[in-house]
């Protein structure tokens, strides 16, 4: 087995077993045929669906894991019992270096856990964040925003750093030379929101460098336009809103479809508007944005959605072997670092409890 | 001047000015001849818009105000300076009882200042909140979710008031015998989420009676389903995913018009798609949804969205006249008090702070 991008596969995690998994991973290989896979979980399964992939078996080495986690498994839970279960067993294979980055598609509370204990937090993180990205009117496609639900709350120090880690983010992921942050709240004037935020947008502002542009506060419908290109907030907030956004997309797939079944007439023009609406249905697709990625530990570490079928899961793929390809934690980490020893930087003021 | 319902409109709030108010309140009145207004603004201007819609000009009866309450205004000073104002002598008509209902499509936190000012909290009700009604697969097309955005943070005990109240509120509005209540949280599993959302949780949990079901945790996604009927949070991740929401909406509405610009094919579609995607927008269409209500002060009170147009007002005119003819405050402040009185609600642990 060779290649210059091996990534390491929980493959008995999510709510649809390994067979989704392959397919994903397999349509990657087709197109990067430098990535490699170590693929962790149950060998006999996994040996009788790789005979039917023999292109795909040729790129992998699979590793006997016989635990699975449940997607219901509380962390605490999966932390204490879990040590034989393939989650752990892809991360611990990022951990001794034998792979770039850790992929699964299992109980995102039970990977993080793994994931802080095995791979440990990165120096200068209080806490990990997961950054996702969001369907937008920028020239990309799509905007940066984090935390998704990686923790709870957060307070103006965690936020600071979700700002500097999603904007080297932002960087990687879509070239944008210097991001633009956004700090989302309940309206753009100063003064709005909770004293938390108030007090985050002085230390984000006093942190702009180089590296990025600190717009002030955001909104709502921002997410969806070109106001910023990163969008940070607590992972309470951000899980809640990413959720809320993915039911208002569904509910009008369900109408538009609804409304094309109405009639003949309707159906006669759904015909005409077939590719119209599939060419809608690829800028907005869910599944292509998939992949909530772990910022702030020592490794690279991408969720992919639970509900994600193949195309979700290659999208997944591809953004974990760019991670890897540029080692991403060591950037974060540095340009943390930089920030900390800048004496007039309010991280100066606050230390004590960090991570270094 | 007759009628059963006088409702009380500041006809100087908002963004566009006094027309598609004026349009919004002629469109109710043919529907609803039993509608009175009391308008409050620049004489002037409003006797010259009058003058064209005779119709209109019987129903209602003008009070000149000569102030107006800018968007940009912070409360406390719109508090301070702006008792001559069109918003202000819409809701002093309210209190003193010759409407019973006012609507503003104004600055919405001046206008809650000035609700909370002059028409005090209702009893047991230690915060007002901001209802909206939001697009669902629900029978009768959409759920209640609050508060939007009248406070910033909720403590446990605020979001067991939003609970009742909101319960009322899709009871009057949708005719729901014992609407459904959800808490927003990040997960539905029990121990998921903030310290604050599991304590409400329980708060609301014992408050339980004949009027609402607590169905427990709910996520975004359930926002447009039919899991709850009533969906409780505080106002600060209320106001951002609602924006949120819309921001998706509307991102959606303008893919899908430059997929069917695309080719001639396409646009040839959309021509026989017409019918379809108007019925689809007629269904999503958030201005049908207009109005958030406030709710938790002696007096009915509506907020029209800023951006809406006649649509958008004659349905929080609508809503509002609803609201007027079942005296609704009185309702919700019995049902508070009946939750004080029983000794075993959790209510009763935490007296001292009480609004009574």
Redesign the interface.
Known sequence: MSGSTVISIDAMGGDRGPGPILTGMSHLVSQNPDIRFIVHGDDAKLAELLRKRPDLAAKCEVRHAPGVVLM?E?PSRAIRDGRDSSMWKALETVASGDAKVAISSGNTGALMAMAILILRKSPGIDRPAIAVTW???AKHGYNTVLDM?AD??ADPRNLLQYAVMGAEYAHLNFGIPRPRVGL????T?P?K??QEIQEAAKLIEAAESERFEFVGFV???????TTADVFV?D???G??????????????R???R???R?SF??R??????????S??RQ??DPRRANGGVFLGLNGAVVKSHGGADAVGFASAVELAAKMAETDFPRRVAAQLAKLDADGDTPLENKAGERGE
Chains 1, 2 share one sequence.
Request: glycine letters at 12%; zero cysteines.
């Open positions: 219901s509380k369907p937008s009117r639900g709870v709350r989302l709240n309940m309206g004037e003064g929101g909770p909104e709502g419908t921002d997410l969806s336009k907030t992972g309470f907030t899980n809640v809103t990413l959720k809320a956004a993915e039911g208002t997309a569904l509910f009008i369900d109408a538009l609804d409304a094309f109405h007439w309707s006669f023009g759904a015909l005409f508007a077939l590719t119209s609406l060419r809608m800028r907005i």
